[in-house]
Structures are given as C-alpha cells and as structure tokens.
C-alpha cells in the first residue's frame, strides 16, 4: 500500500487543494501536525477519501474544534499526542515533534516512525526503524510538498506540488 504522509499545512489550503488530487492512488493519508485552522481539516476530509490519521502539531490550537470537523468525517481520525497504525503487518507510528519521533524510533517497535515541525525532508534509519520527515505543505522554504510510504518497499520518496 501506498501511504501519502503530510505535514505542516500552516493554512495554506491552496497548496492542499492543489497536492490532494495526485494522492488518490494512495490508501491511507498520516498528517503529522500544524493544519492550524480547522477548515484545513475539513478540507482534508472532503478532498481525500481514505482513512486519515491526524496528530497536531504546536499551531493547531482549536483542538475543540478539530474534534468536532474530525466527527464529520467518519474517515478522519485524530491522534493526540501522537499515533500508531497497522497496515500489511508493519507498524507505522507518527508524532509532531522530530525528537519524539526519533525516541519512538529507537524503541525498535515501528518499521516506520514519521514527523513534521521542521518543514526540513529527512528519511533516515534508527536501527531498523525508517524515521521520515515529509517536509512541509506550506511551502515557506520554497519545495512544498509531501511524502509517499510504499509499504511493500520499506521505501519512502516525495512528492513536490
């Protein structure tokens, strides 16, 4: 299965709207933190039509009502502070904070442990763990864009929008 993994939208739905059509051949969305307004929840919700898993990030502040977009989508789940999946017998677990991403990591648990807050991409190794950061949707330091997990080959790579 492929897996988009997102972060870091900061509001900017433009972009959102602009990355969510070259996702449909994914299965599964993880956003990992900083949608910041609810809206962008709502439009991750109407524009993706896979399970989402979401954890917030240090701007997501209405977490009221996020909760409250998230319960629209029956699709949509949020994870606070942090999240885990099964998918094709791996487990995937994701986080906000590149440090608890990186203290997941090392526990050996997950095939994979992925992260935002940056808006830096990073894919590395913590023993048998991939640790992956997607960078941003944002785009502030100019390569906005996300992530792709193939399950079948442990491998992640990204998208630019």
């Not at 701007?59 to 094709?88: C, M």
């Not at 935002?116 to 390569?143: C, D, F, K, W, Y």
């Amino acid at each position: 299965m492929k897996i988009a993994v997102l972060s870091d939208t900061h509001d900017n739905i433009w972009n959102l709207e602009r990355l969510l059509p070259r996702l449909q051949g994914a299965g599964m969305l993880i956003f990992c933190g900083d949608l910041c307004a609810p809206f962008t929840l709502d439009a991750l919700g109407q524009g993706f039509a896979g399970p989402v898993h979401v954890t917030l990030g240090n701007n997501d502040g209405d977490v009221y009502l996020l909760t409250r977009i998230a319960a629209r989508h029956p699709h949509v789940t949020l994870a606070v502070p942090s999240g885990q999946v099964e998918v094709e017998g791996q487990r995937l677990a994701f986080v906000h904070e590149p440090l608890f991403a990186e203290g997941l990591a090392a526990l050996g648990r997950y095939d994979a442990v992925f992260c935002g807050h940056s808006h830096r991409r990073e894919v590395r190794q913590i023993g048998n763990t991939l640790l992956a950061n997607p960078g941003e949707v944002m785009g502030r330091l100019g390569n906005p864009g996300c992530g792709i997990y193939d399950t079948a080959a442990r491998a992640f790579s990204y998208i630019d929008i």
